[in-house]
C-alpha cells in the first residue's frame, strides 16, 4: 500500500528500527487525536475506527465523562497498591460490578490489569478451590498471550508458535462452530469423549468459555451449548468461567454475552472496555470460591490502579445514562442488514453472523485468493476511503465489527457506506472464480 504522508513514513521507518516486529501492527498509521467512533493519524485523516481498539472502547474514545473522572482521580493520588493502602473506588467499582453479574448468588470481584491477567488469577481461584489442576478450554478461543493464558489459546498461529513449552494440565475442546461443522451436539460429543478419553471431570477445575469467540472469529455459542456445558459443570464440581473480555460490557446488547443463554457461570473475566482505554481487568465470582485463596493469594502492583478504577466507574455511568445496551441491538441490526445485502451480492461472502454488535463476516476462498487475502484486502480499501477494520479468525478470514456504541445513526450509516463501498471495490478487482469454499 502507498504511504505518501511524511510524517507517517518516517515514523513507520523509526518503529521498525526500534520496536520488534513481533508486536504486529494491522494498519500502518499513527494516531493524533480520537473522539467517539473517530480517529485522526498524524497526516490528519480522519477515519472511522470500527475496532475501537480491539473491542476497548464501547463507550467511545476520548468520553468527556471518562476523562473528567480520570483528571480529577489525578489531582489526588495515582496509586497506593490496593493490597497496602486501599481506597474507595476499588470497593465501589467491585459492588458495582457484583450487582450487575447474572444470578442469585453472592458475588465478589477481584481487579487486576490485563485481561491475560484475569484468565489466570480465575484458573488459580478455580484450583484452589476445587483443589484439582485440570482447565478445559476450547478449539479457536484466546484467552491471552501469556503462559498459562496462551496454553488455553485454542489457536496456533500466531500466538503460539514457537512459544512452547507450553503449562500441563491444559486441554482443548472444539467450540460450537456451526458455519465450520461445529453444531453444539458434536461439540458437547466431543467434550464427553474427552472426558473419556484425556482426563476425567472428577480432575477437573474450570471450563473457560468465551459466550461468544473474539479473536476466534466472532462465533456466538448456542445457548443450548451454554446450558448444557452449565449442567456438566454443575453435576462435576467443575467451575465455569465466561471468559467476556471481549464480548462482555454491553457488546452485544447484554452487559454480559452469557446472559443470552440464560446461565449464570461461576466466574466472570472481564477486562477491554471495563475502562474504555484505562489497563484494567476483573474477575466478578461467586463469593465462595473467590474466598479460597488466602490473604496474599491475589493482587498485583497496579491491579485495580485508581486511574483505572476512576474511569471504569465513568464507564459503567456512561452504559446505563446512554442506554448503550439498547444502542448494541440497534447497532448490531443495522451492521447485519449492510452486511447480509453484501453478502446477498457477493458469494464469496460465506457467513455473516453475531450477536448484539458483536458482528462478523466470513470469506471464503476465490480461487487462488485465501478468504484470508480478501479479509485483509478489505482492509486495505476500507482504510484508503477513512474506515479501519481489523480481521479475526484462525484462518484471519473474518472481518469483525466493534465500533463504539456511542456513534450516531448518520456516522454509522456513513461508515457502512464506505464498507460496502470498499467491499464492491475489492470483488470487482477479484471476479468471482470457481474454487470451493476453505
Ligand atoms: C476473550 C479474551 N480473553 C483474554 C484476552 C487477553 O486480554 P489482554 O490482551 O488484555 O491480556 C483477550 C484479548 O484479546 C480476549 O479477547
Redesign the pocket.
Known amino acids: 500500500m502507498a504511504i505518501t504522508a511524511s510524517r507517517t513514513s518516517s515514523l513507520l521507518e523509526a518503529r521498525a528500527k526500534h520496536v520488534p516486529r513481533g508486536v504486529g501492527n494491522s494498519h500502518p498509521i499513527f494516531v493524533d487525536r480520537s473522539a467517539g467512533e473517530k480517529i485522526w493519524d498524524i497526516d490528519g485523516k480522519e477515519y472511522y475506527d470500527f475496532v475501537g481498539g480491539?473491542g476497548v472502547l464501547n463507550v467511545g474514545h476520548s468520553h468527556p465523562k471518562v476523562r473528567a473522572a480520570i483528571a480529577a482521580q489525578l489531582e489526588r493520588f495515582t496509586h497506593t497498591c490496593f493490597q497496602v493502602v486501599m481506597y474507595e473506588t476499588y470497593v465501589q467499582l467491585a459492588e458495582r460490578l457484583n450487582a450487575l453479574a447474572p444470578g442469585k448468588s453472592q458475588k465478589k470481584t477481584l481487579l487486576l490489569t490485563?485481561?491475560?491477567e484475569a484468565?489466570e488469577n480465575a484458573v488459580k481461584i478455580a484450583r484452589m478451590h476445587t483443589n484439582r489442576p485440570a482447565v478445559i478450554a476450547f478449539h479457536h478461543a484466546?484467552?491471552?498471550?501469556t503462559l498459562l493464558?496462551l496454553s488455553m489459546t485454542g489457536e496456533n498461529e500466531p500466538y503460539k508458535q514457537g512459544f512452547g513449552p507450553f503449562c500441563s494440565e491444559v486441554y482443548h475442546a472444539p467450540y460450537p462452530y456451526e458455519y465450520r461443522g461445529w453444531t453444539a451436539k458434536r461439540s458437547l460429543d466431543a467434550l464427553n469423549d474427552l472426558f473419556e478419553s484425556q482426563v476425567s471431570p472428577s480432575r477437573v477445575a474450570a471450563v473457560v468459555v468465551?459466550p461468544v469467540l473474539?479473536?476466534g472469529g466472532f462465533v456466538p455459542a448456542p445457548a443450548e451449548f451454554l446450558r448444557e456445558l452449565r449442567r456438566i459443570t454443575h453435576d462435576n464440581g467443575i467451575v465455569l468461567i465466561a471468559?467476556e473480555?471481549?464480548c462482555g460490557y454491553g457488546r452485544t446488547g447484554k452487559m454480559f454475552a452469557i446472559e443470552h443463554s440464560g446461565v449464570e457461570p461461576d466466574m466472570i473475566t472481564v477486562?477491554k472496555s471495563m475502562a474504555a482505554g484505562m489497563p484494567l481487568?476483573g474477575i466478578i465470582g461467586r463469593a465462595d470460591i473467590m474466598d479460597a485463596p488466602t490473604a496474599g493469594g491475589l493482587g498485583g502492583t497496579y491491579g485495580g490502579n485508581p486511574l483505572a478504577c476512576a474511569a471504569a466507574l465513568a464507564t459503567l455511568d456512561i452504559i446505563e445514562e446512554e442506554n448503550l445496551l439498547e444502542r448494541a441491538d440497534r447497532i448490531g441490526a443495522r451492521v447485519l442488514g449492510a452486511l447480509r445485502e453484501l453478502k446477498a451480492r457477493h458469494p464469496k461472502i460465506g457467513d455473516v453472523r453475531g450477536r448484539g454488535a458483536m458482528i462478523g463476516m466470513e470469506f471464503l476462498s476465490d480461487g487462488d485468493v485465501s478468504g484470508r487475502q480478501l479479509a485483509q484486502r478489505l482492509i486495505d480499501e476500507a482504510r484508503s476511503r477513512g474506515l479501519l477494520l481489523l480481521a479475526a479468525g484462525s484462518k484471519r478470514s473474518v472481518i469483525r465489527i466493534l465500533v463504539p456504541l456511542v456513534i450516531g445513526d448518520d456516522e454509522l450509516d456513513t461508515a457502512l457506506g464506505r464498507l460496502t463501498a470498499s467491499c464492491d471495490a475489492v470483488f470487482a478487482a477479484s471476479p468471482p472464480a470457481s474454487a470451493n469454499a476453505t
Open positions: 480491539i490485563t485481561g491475560a484468565v484466546f484467552h491471552g498471550r493464558a468465551e473474539g479473536e471468559d473480555i471481549q477486562a481487568s
